[in-house]
């Protein structure tokens, strides 16, 4: 079967330096993306890896190896405002999207 | 990135009625929308993909009559839930995808709630 892994829950400090991981098994692979839900909001596009390495993008940064089926999802200097739910997605070979459940990431001040 | 909206952002109706959503992609043209729905603490779930022009793929378990999904045109979508429920209560986000091929991003609408009294 086709399974997503990613933590439930994590926490953090404000200032700090986060990374959630995303380990995946799919039927075929054509690129994993991250997207940013908060509370009662629909998700925001954060990222989309497809090659093997590091896309960095601000204070975000996306990491994927293939061989390994595993993502991780970096955010450095980290504010309130990124308390949020993380949610790791992998395209299969039929281009649909197979969905983790989402890491629920608490910032602390 | 590229915006899709929603309307309604909320309904509150009465169980039996029928209620229409509508999922637009205001700058791009999507070829493909997807509907998802989201129960409170729980991960998204595909309800159905549907593509300009024909009829949409229900997701298992996904009635298509009671959730009409109807793809007219390349910037509208609509899914209309027939006869509500309670239990269809939700969180029903769509998401639209362009013509640039199938490894195109997919972006979100801002959701509509539902609750049915």
């Known amino acids: 079967g086709q399974n997503i892994d990613q933590p439930t829950e994590m926490t953090a400090t404000e200032g700090a330096i986060v990374q959630i991981n995303c380990t995946y098994q799919t039927s075929g692979f054509n690129g994993l993306f991250w997207y940013q839900q908060h509370a009662g909001e629909a998700p925001t596009f954060l990222s989309y890896?497809?090659l093997d390495g590091l896309e960095e993008k601000g204070r975000f940064s996306s990491f994927l190896s293939r061989s390994k089926g595993y993502s991780y999802l970096l955010l450095k200097e980290l504010q309130m405002k990124d308390s949020a739910s993380y949610l790791c997605?992998?395209?299969?070979?039929?281009?649909?999207?197979?969905w983790g459940a989402g890491t629920k990431l608490i910032i602390k001040p | 990135g590229a915006v899709v909206s929603q309307h309604p952002s909320w309904v509150i109706c009465k169980s039996g009625t029928s209620v229409k959503i509508e999922c637009r992609s205001l700058d791009f043209q999507a070829t493909t929308m997807f509907w998802y729905r989201q129960f409170p603490k729980q991960s998204l779930m595909l309800m159905a993909t549907?593509?300009?022009?024909?009829?949409?793929?229900?997701e298992q378990g996904v009635e298509k009559d009671k959730f009409l999904i109807n793809h007219a045109s390349l910037t509208l979508s609509t899914l209309t839930v027939t006869s509500a429920h309670p239990e269809d209560s939700s969180f029903y986000i769509c998401?639209?995808?362009?013509?640039?091929?199938?490894?195109?991003?997919?972006?979100f609408g801002p959701g509509t709630r539902l609750l049915v009294l």
């Open positions: 549907s593509n300009e022009g024909s009829k949409a793929t229900y």
């Open positions: 997605a992998v395209m299969d070979s039929n281009y649909q999207l197979i």
């Open positions: 890896n497809v």
């Open positions: 998401s639209a995808r362009g013509a640039g091929g199938e490894q195109e991003t997919q972006y």
